[in-house]
């Protein structure tokens, strides 16, 4: 099936029926058309896949796939056009020029947790390179992947684009096809598997993976702004989104503070029971919820099923005994313990097909040395996650974890191993700007990483010295919102990117073209045999070259 797929597409694309830019501006209308047509439909299966609120389907899928259809239609006559470049003065009379041409038949894998915004966005850009296109989307949001089946071939031409859903056997079966280009978001374990299948036939791919995207805040910060727009990045979609901020590094000056204001914000936006409110999301399933509630300090969840309470007291007492074996564990981690520790914490989870969790792929995270001096102990904090200072609260039925902030979490805490994907922000108080700095730059490179400091000098030594996919300062997600700026990744987090014209350049092939008149004929000056007399005109161009 997934072959005959792919050679159906290999026909269309190959009859030429996709490089007229009214073919390419048509589909791009109409997939406008498909997503504000159908807003109550989409919203319905991303409630039933993620519990995520209307208003987030809305503003952070909907309008952002209509809105980048309708940037890169109005730009295909630019971008499609010869852009002229200078040729060589020994060439001329010479003329050359660039032009960007559609790569073929390409491969997006996309991924649950924006099941919409990341499944079409890229397909408007490789639309409007005049592409082919397969979809295959997550097969862990069953409700959104049955709904793209269904209105793909209703809008869009079912030629030229076609939609494969299932799981990783099919995704399999995909990557043994002969793409031009293949385009995957998602966990770094995954992404290795698409790299190695790709690598077979040398094709192009972009990898949007992910990572623990930090956050730095010191005391020059507005306290109040930091925390609403921390906890709006973190909490939108229940945390489940790949640039969210992962972890904050905060002075020890604003730290507890800045704790509890996040705190504050919560409840701003969801109200004292996050749980009754109509704007927080769940966990998408079973396996990720129990990934989640692994990462919270001991003693946090209740067992699954009730208990009597002799082992209710074993609980406890085994609770506790893991408390001081962690403890112990991380006074040894120092001492040369790490690798098996992490071992541990990369374990816990195995990210599938479709899935957006990008643990560090090169075990820099887990492996990574931490300096005493960078992270700072708080007294009266004996967890290894921290202390609550919100939330904590689960719910197995409803796949429920409340947002939760955990204050003075030890960078050898199981949450600080993994990207967390989900309602739970560590702090850590982090001695100084130069301090999260060396914390930073010893893991993995991130997908984001985002600055809370009026101090120019702190900000600029940020933008300097760490690399990151983007860097925001006082602005989480902002980047992920605007077609002009590229998004992607770099090392673990990514490899290239998309959104407005970087999108359209991903998937095309920018050929160079030049020509010279046969008319005078030039270069007989350069052809063989070599004599004395151009031996010197060689000399002479030397100097002048």
């Known amino acids: 099936m997934t072959n005959q797929t792919f050679e159906q597409l290999k026909k269309t694309y190959e009859s030429g029926r996709t490089r007229p830019l009214a073919w390419r501006r048509a589909q791009l209308n109409a997939l406008r058309r498909l997503v504000t047509e159908n807003r109550d439909a989409f919203v319905s299966s991303a409630m039933a896949d993620l519990g995520k609120p209307a208003a987030e389907t809305v503003l952070m899928e909907l309008n952002l796939v209509a809105g980048e259809a309708q940037f890169v239609r109005n730009r295909l006559s630019l971008w499609t ?5 200078a040729m060589h003065w020994m060439l001329q009379p ?20 924006y099941p919409v915004l990341l499944a079409l966005e890229p397909m408007a850009d490789a639309l409007a390179a005049g592409n082919a296109v397969c979809l295959k989307p997550s097969e862990l949001s069953p409700n959104t992947s049955k709904l793209l089946a269904e209105l793909v071939p209703q809008y869009l031409d079912s030629e030229a684009v076609r939609v494969v859903e299932g799981g990783p056997k099919e995704t399999g079966e995909l990557l043994k096809c002969p793409f031009n280009h293949i385009f995957y978001t998602g966990g770094g374990h995954v992404g290795k598997i698409v790299m190695r299948a790709a690598a077979e036939r040398l094709t192009p791919v972009t990898l949007e993976l992910g ?8 005391r020059t910060a507005d306290i109040n702004v930091a925390a609403r727009r921390i906890a709006w990045g973190k909490f939108t979609n229940a945390g489940q989104t790949c640039v969210a901020p992962d972890y904050v590094l905060a002075t020890p000056d604003v730290a507890e503070a800045l704790a509890e204001r996040i705190a504050v914000a919560i409840t701003e936006f969801y109200g004292e029971d996050p749980k009754a409110s109509p704007d927080f999301g769940r966990i998408i399933n079973d396996r990720h919820f129990e990934r989640l509630c692994k990462l919270l300090p001991v003693g946090t969840v209740p067992p699954e099923e009730p208990s009597s309470p002799l082992v209710q007291v074993a609980s406890a007492v085994g609770a506790a005994m893991d408390m001081v074996g962690r403890r112990f564990n991380a006074v040894t981690t120092g001492r040369g313990g790490a690798g098996e520790m992490a071992g541990s914490a990369n374990n816990a989870a195995k990210p599938t097909a479709g899935s957006n969790m990008a643990a560090a792929d090169d075990g820099a995270t ?3 040395a931490v300096e005493p001096s960078e992270i700072h102990k708080v007294p009266g904090v004996f967890d290894l996650a921290g202390r609550i200072v919100c939330g904590g609260k689960v719910d197995r039925a409803a796949r429920y974890i409340a947002p939760t902030v955990l204050y003075g979490t030890s960078p050898d805490a199981l949450v600080m191993k993994e990207e967390i994907f989900g309602p739970i922000l560590p702090i850590l108080v982090v001695e ?8 930073i730059n010893k893991r993995s490179r991130p997908l984001a990483a985002y600055v809370f400091s009026r101090d120019h000098e702190v900000r600029l030594t940020f933008e300097r010295q760490t690399s990151s996919g983007a860097l925001g300062y006082s602005l989480p997600l902002g980047h992920l919102l605007s077609s002009r700026l590229p998004f992607g990744g770099v090392g673990a987090s990514g490899i290239g990117t998309y959104h407005g ?27 063989p045999p070599f004599n004395e007399a151009k031996a010197k005109l060689f000399d002479i161009i030397a100097k002048f070259s």
Do not use: M
Not at 81 to 85: D, E, L, S, T, W
Not at 98 to 108: C, Y
Not at 512 to 520: A, D, M, R
């Open 432 to 439: 100084d700007a130069e301090s999260a700095i060396r914390f």
């Open 81 to 85: 056009a010869r852009h002229p470049k």
């Open 94 to 113: 010479a003329a050359g020029w660039t032009i960007a041409e559609p790569k073929g038949v390409v491969l997006i894998i996309s991924p649950w947790n």
């Open 366 to 368: 887990a492996s990574a």
């Open 501 to 527: 014209k970087a999108g359209f350049l991903t998937f095309s092939h920018v050929k160079t073209v030049v020509t010279k008149p046969q008319f005078p004929d030039t270069l007989r000056l350069v052809y």
């Open 211 to 218: 990572g623990k995207s930090p956050c730095f805040v010191d």
